[in-house]
């Protein structure tokens, strides 16, 4: 069985992700000719070190997108002589398909980098989707807990220092075990959370609008059909269209990274509006007669905004690296899954004799991490500079 050399290897590699270069050329091009009327983000490419977290993060994101175009085999095929096979390992004779396991092949003789690159698509959708719904559940209490304080604030502060008061993997590991999915805990708690969404945006829209009834209608309107037609399948799988819908684990999953990471989101909103509901600007909506959601809304949440992008960037690397934690355990999505906690823990008991089966999602998992800590130093740096 032949293999190519560590250089063809790495050119193969190359050309594999020449779809996710070319997007990555015209998006820093784009942006650096446009930066000054992109506003923060276009900040970012005045800072190197935000340059480079960009980087990072837009290359998975754009190896996620065109996954497709990428992979060199399917992530669950399986060829039986290839099994641990080194990376460059030529495939048997009569098989059809890309001549080669790039980066070569696990325990179970399937492609590591088609693995690889499959499992980024696999965390590059939960992890942001899961941060986004944390965030409109912080923001939606936060808010009013700042704005309003008194008991409800204690009452709201109380049971998010309670949830916090539990260490987060010992957390994520009871929300995602068998047992806590048999009592229905996760539904019901899905019940609860994705509703939020919903009424952020709808509150959103009745305050901007409020004035301009038709388009205030219009907006609310089509929140509530799309919106609830979308809870019923991610909550429930009750869709009947069959559009939304998500599998047991996968909700699980969800839902323990949207009831770990709000009561985060909403002390950090809850801190933010308690100062800047003293501002000049929030008085001078008040005496113009504007409701308090639209100060919360839309004089107090934008000028919050730098703070919470950069703590948005830091908690989705939070919850990558709690998603490979509970891969790692078995607790991931599925069992043959190629997210890359599931494919670290497979690979690693093999570790010093095959390592290449860790390493490639180790790596994987590390670069993104460590992309998006140096997006969120960039924006930090460019925001205080407001």
């Not at 708690?189 to 004035?211: E, Q």
């Not at 999602?361 to 740096?381: H, I, M, T, Y």
Request: proline share 6%; with cysteine; aromatic share 14%.
């Amino acid at each position: 069985m032949t293999h190519l050399s560590a250089s063809a290897v790495l050119g193969e590699l190359l050309y594999r992700f020449l779809p996710v270069w070319i997007a990555l050329f015209l998006t820093f091009a784009l942006s650096i000719a446009y930066k000054r009327r992109l506003g923060l983000y276009g900040r970012i490419f005045d800072s190197p070190i935000g340059m480079v977290g960009f980087f990072l993060v837009m290359f998975w994101a754009y190896a996620a997108i065109f996954a497709g175009m990428i992979m060199t085999h399917d992530p669950l095929e399986q060829v039986y002589r290839l099994k641990d096979a080194l990376p460059g390992t030529k495939m048997p004779a009569g098989t059809k398909g890309y001549p080669y396991y790039l980066l070569g092949g696990d325990h179970l003789a399937r492609d590591v980098f088609s693995r690889m690159v499959a499992g980024a698509r696999e965390v590059l959708i939960i992890a942001p989707a899961a941060t986004v719904f944390a965030y409109m559940v912080g923001i939606t209490l936060g808010l009013p807990a700042g704005y309003y304080a008194g008991r409800f604030d204690t009452v709201l502060s109380f049971v998010a220092n309670l949830v916090l008061a539990f260490p987060v993997i010992l957390l994520f590991y009871l929300l995602v075990t068998p047992a806590i999915r048999q009592v229905g805990i996760p539904v019901g708690l899905a019940a609860v959370l994705f509703l939020f969404p919903v009424i952020f945006l709808t509150i959103l829209w009745n305050s901007r609008y409020f004035t301009v009834p038709w388009k205030r209608n219009l907006y609310v309107g089509l929140t509530l059909v799309i919106g609830l037609w979308a809870y019923s399948g991610l909550a429930f799988n009750a869709d009947p269209l069959g559009v939304f819908a998500m599998d047991s684990n996968l909700l699980n999953v969800f839902v323990s990274v949207v009831f770990v990471n709000a009561p985060t989101v909403f002390r950090i909103v809850r801190g933010l509006t308690f100062d800047i509901k003293s501002r000049d600007y929030v008085a001078a909506a008040q005496t113009r007669g504007e409701g308090p959601w639209y100060i919360m809304l839309w004089e107090i949440l934008p000028n919050a905004r730098g703070p919470l992008i950069v703590d948005f960037c830091l908690r989705i690397g939070y919850t990558t690296i709690l998603l490979g934690t509970l891969g790692f355990f078995g607790l991931g999505v599925s069992p043959e899954s190629p997210d890359w906690g599931s494919t670290i823990n497979a690979g690693r008991k093999l570790l010093s004799i095959y390592p290449w089966p860790a390493v490639v999602p180790a790596v994987a998992l590390l670069s993104l991490v460590l992309g998006l800590n140096l997006l969120a130093d960039g924006l930090r740096e460019e925001s205080l500079r407001d």
